[in-house]
Each structure stands twice: as C-alpha cells, then as structure tokens.
DNA sequence: TATTGTTATACTCTATAACTATA
DNA sequence: TATAGTTATAGAGTATAACAATA
C-alpha cells in the first residue's frame, strides 16, 4: 500500500495499486458470477459450452493441431482431447493426419459443425435476449467491453 | 467483421435479433474464456475463487442463512453447504443459531474472514497487473462495464 | 533425446434427489 | 404439510503425470 496517494499519479495511463486492485476485484467476482449464470442456462441437446468455444475457435482459425488448439483455447492439451472427443462422436469435427508429422492430428470442423454454430447463434436465447433489454448505452458499453475483455482472456 | 451498423434500428433500446445475437455470442465466448482464464490463476494458500465470491457476499450482506445466501451466489443450497464447510474449517466463516428458528443457521464472517479478503485484494495479482498495464481509456471501459455485468449475472 | 497426443487419475465445482429436524 | 439444511450421488470440466508413437 505504500504507493503514492493522492494527486501524485504523474502518467494517465497508470493507476494506483489499490484503485486497480479494487477494480480487478469487482471485476472478477463480476465476470465469475456472469460466467457461472452463463454456464447454467445452457439447453440439453447442444455441446456444452466449452465445446461451442471450441468450434467456435475452430471456425475462425482453420484447422489446428491439438497442441496449437490447447494453446488458443487457454487449457492444457489433455483438455482439448477430451472437447475434440465429444465433437467428433457427433460429427462436427473431424481428426486427420498431419501431411508431413505424423505425430500430429489436425482437427477441422465439419459442415455439421458450422451449421450447428450458426443455429446456436440464434439459440442463445437468454443472452440474446439480456442485450436486447439492455438500453442503448448500456449495449454500447458492453460492445465496447468485448474486445478488451477478449484480450485479457488471451494475455499471459 | 461486420458492424452491421446501417440504419435499421427504429427505436434506440431495441436491437435487432440477429444483431443482439451476434453480440451475445461474441460476449459469452470472452466472458468464459476470461473466467477460465481468471481460475487457473489462484494460488494455493488462498480460498478457492468460489470461496473468495461466497466471503465477498457475506462481508457486504452481514449474516445470512443459507437459502438467502444460495439466492444471492446463484447458486443452490447444497453448494453454498459446501462452500461454508470449507471456510468454516479454516476459520473464515461461524454458523450460528437463528434466533426464533431453529431450522435455520445464519452465517457470518469472522474477523479472519475480513482479513482475508483485505489480504486478497492486494494480492490478487495477475488481474490487477492487468489493469494497472490497461490504457486509462480501456480501463474506464471495464469500470463502466462492471455494474452491467453484476447486473447481467443477477437477472433471471 | 525431445515432442505430440492420449490415457489414467484426481480435484473442484455444480446440480438433483433423498433425508432429518423443525415449523 | 411445508420449509431449512444436509448428505448422497452423479456429471462436467480441468489439471498433472505417465505413456506410446514419432521426430
């Protein structure tokens, strides 16, 4: 706590220790929170939602090798074996070899698999509906929040 | 990426579906990937981030019982039973009788509990680090954002 | 010898259902 | 009968460690 107080913060883009200990700290309970109501709102018959991340992953980059995968998704690789299993029993990825390194597995998604993206796009019902409740400045707040929150899911 | 800006939106609180779904799934995806990200960042000696939320609540609420305290965590009550075993063991939390009912047993935070979560603060590293490193304009973002998210993650 | 992917195992967190005690 | 809290059980998700195949 023995950083300067008061009015010594010289750089604008610097903050003091306690005020940005503070925020991170209703940020996180915040965004832990939002994510576990998230997580409980989910339908039956889609992927769980770590595997919607992964194709949603998958859709945008092309096809990865696992370890490359784990790497984007933020998990261990093991994890990612464990996704990818559960989404090529239901047809929505597929594993093939690498051409060159046959230690590695590529994994694509299908076209099941993006279709079933695009449906699950218009099935997020309770989200969906949250932002078009939300009033307009409030939705631009969030829209404006989205990439920084993004980069920080990604930063080390 | 497309905006999908334009000109369509009549009235300024409502928002396209396809456009609030958009959002949504953009939101959701950043908002999971932050929160797994945020998890694998505890240390060991502290509270688990579950814990952390439960001791938070209950430092801002005051002593409550445990269908209250389920209600305001968004979670059901066999957890919140789970949570407080543990902060119990460890001194953080007492349960105690209710007065008039002796079905219910009020929780309340200790003073070791209130230390702990002063302690926490300071020492939740990575996120702060991250928000001290943010440009001041990001971080007022995330400031305005955070009200928005509590209230995003109480609503049914 | 190093790397890739998988399996084995364990841990955290959650939920539903069944049970006990009290109202 | 209804409600509060707990216990029992199961399920999803993650991680680390050990392993086989390949480089």
Redesign the interface.
Known sequence: ?GEGTSKSASR????R??E?????????????????????ERSDDMPR?SG??AL?TLSRSGPLCTTDFAEL???QPPSITRRVNALEERGLVVRAQHPSDRRRRMIAITDAGRSLLDE???R?AW??????R???D??R??????P???R????D
């Open positions: 706590m604008p883009s610097e903050l220790a306690d940005a200990a503070r925020l991170a700290s209703t940020f996180r309970i915040a965004i832990m929170r939002l994510a576990r109501r998230i997580s409980a939602l919607l991340s949603s998704e933020r998990v699950e796009h218009e997020d989200l969906t509906r949250r932002m078009q939300l009033p307009a409030e939705r707040r969030i829209a404006e929040a989205v920084i929150l993004r920080l899911g990604e930063s």
